[in-house]
């Protein structure tokens, strides 16, 4: 009889075991694309794209767009962050630039990671970053502080109903996951 409840307990706790790692499975690479493809279809979320590479310089002095910028830091993020500029008008084809403050607080290295998001949502597409510290994670030694450019240019094809985009950057401790990405690129 004992060999039998011992039995059942390790088959319930292996099929456990599976079930958690399929759960994380899930989580970590079937939701994200999911994710990304729903914002994508249903036009929310406000992501901004990567890089853009500038082809038409043409400018619409026409009107004037009011830019907006916001920044948080993730709970578990300790540093000093914020954009040095709270607001800039532009007009739509015009290069722009700003900076956004950064200093770290601790007494050790860290390094930081920033995730944009653009309010209302479909002005997303319309806002290029031609140069941003979000394409990379951001290292700061102790008690350092470093001023990151944003470089940008809001699409001439801006719909003429948006007159304000508030640009958010929340901004997080990746510390831990830059360590383990440069110990396997190391041991390649």
């Given at each position: 009889m004992a060999n039998?409840?011992?039995?059942?307990?390790?088959?319930?706790?292996g099929k456990l075991l599976v079930l958690v790692v399929a759960m994380f499975a899930f989580a970590m690479w079937v939701m994200p694309p999911l994710y990304n493809a729903l914002c994508e279809v249903l036009g929310i979320n406000g992501k901004?794209?990567?890089r853009y590479e500038v082809v038409d310089?043409?400018?619409d002095e026409s009107r004037t767009v009011k830019?907006?910028?916001?920044?948080?830091?993730?709970?578990?993020?300790?540093?000093?962050f914020g954009p040095n500029t709270s607001q800039?008008?532009?007009?739509?084809?015009?290069?722009?630039?700003v900076t956004f403050y950064a200093k770290n607080t601790q007494s050790h290295y860290m390094v930081s990671q920033t995730i944009p998001s653009i309010?209302?949502?479909?002005a997303a597409e319309y806002f290029h970053k031609t140069e941003c510290f979000c394409f990379?994670?951001?290292p700061l030694d102790a008690g350092k502080k470093a001023d990151m450019p944003l470089r940008f240019i809001v699409d001439r094809d801006l719909p003429k109903d948006i007159h304000v985009i508030t640009l958010s950057?929340?901004?997080?401790d990746v510390t831990e996951m830059a360590a383990k990405q440069d110990s396997v690129a190391a041991s390649k």
């Open positions: 039998a409840t011992q039995r059942n307990v390790i088959q319930t706790t901004t794209g990567g310089s043409a400018v830019v907006q910028f916001v920044a948080q830091n993730n709970e578990l993020m300790p540093w000093e800039v008008e532009v007009h739509p084809g015009e290069p722009a630039m309010v209302p949502s479909r990379n994670q951001q950057y929340t901004i997080f």
